[in-house]
């Protein structure tokens, strides 16, 4: 019986709920978060975007099928022609222009965070990089359902950042993230128990510095 995606978070259970879990989250679900806070992560976010097209062009590099090639093409244009767009809207309903986009220094969070990743996916494999990866977008899909799971969240009107919440719920996303978890259950299912053990490590140290994201977005930090 081979390993599953859900054996990585199993593996990195302590951090992985402290990143699912985090105050950022919890103040994102009953709108209490600050909203310079939520205006520091939303910068930021848009420079880890621009590096996550980065790694959908590594992926490509890295594919050795044309299955595998088509999809780090489908996800390098989703977010080139699509989530930058609809991210730089986002921004500017919070008060944000492009032009204030393009001239961000990178907080130090975004920079470890995003060269982590790009540095696996160089020195390692596309199932490296991927695992790298999978904090953000499987991440990203278990948050929005653990933030609706709980009585405490407020939705619509009440809350600010209710449009952040339904972005991350909404069926286009879930649909990603379903097919991301499918295609490392694929792959995880033929490693040995030593290539496991590594890619949990890389695992871990990708959920360790999303909890670092959210804390730089938290505290403001440069």
């Known amino acids: ?6 054996d990585l978070t199993a ?22 978060l600050d909203e310079s806070a939520f ?18 062009a590594l992926a490509a ?22 989530e930058l767009g609809l991210h730089v809207g986002f921004c500017r309903e919070w008060g944000i222009s492009e032009e204030e986009l393009a001239a961000l220094p990178e907080a130090r969070a975004t920079m470890a965070y995003t060269r982590y990743v790009l540095d ?17 977008l499987v991440g990203y899909g278990e948050i929005a359902d653990w933030i609706n799971a709980r009585a405490e969240t407020l939705r619509g009107d009440a809350n600010p950042y209710d449009a952040w919440i ?9 649909a990603a993230r379903r097919a991301e978890e499918a295609w490392l ?13 590594e890619l949990t490590q890389v695992f871990r140290d990708a959920t360790r510095l999303e909890i ?3 804390q730089m977005g938290l505290d403001r930090a440069d």
């Open 61 to 82: 590099y890295k594919s050795r099928t044309l299955a595998d090639l088509r999809q780090a093409h489908e996800g390098l244009k989703a977010i080139v022609d699509l």
């Open 11 to 32: 593996a990195c259970q302590d951090d992985w709920r402290a990143y699912i879990e985090h105050p950022f989250v919890l103040g994102l679900g009953d709108g209490t």
């Open 120 to 136: 696996t996916g160089n020195r390692g494999d596309l199932l490296d990089l991927h695992v790298a990866l999978a904090p953000c």
């Open 166 to 174: 339904a972005m991350y719920e909404s069926e286009e996303f879930q």
């Open 1 to 6: 019986m081979g390993y599953r995606f859900s």
């Open 39 to 56: 205006r520091h992560y939303l910068k930021q976010d848009y420079l880890f975007l621009i590096h996550f097209a980065r790694a959908y």
């Open 212 to 214: 670092d994201f959210w």
């Open 185 to 197: 259950d694929a792959r995880l299912a033929d490693v040995t128990p030593a290539r496991f053990a």
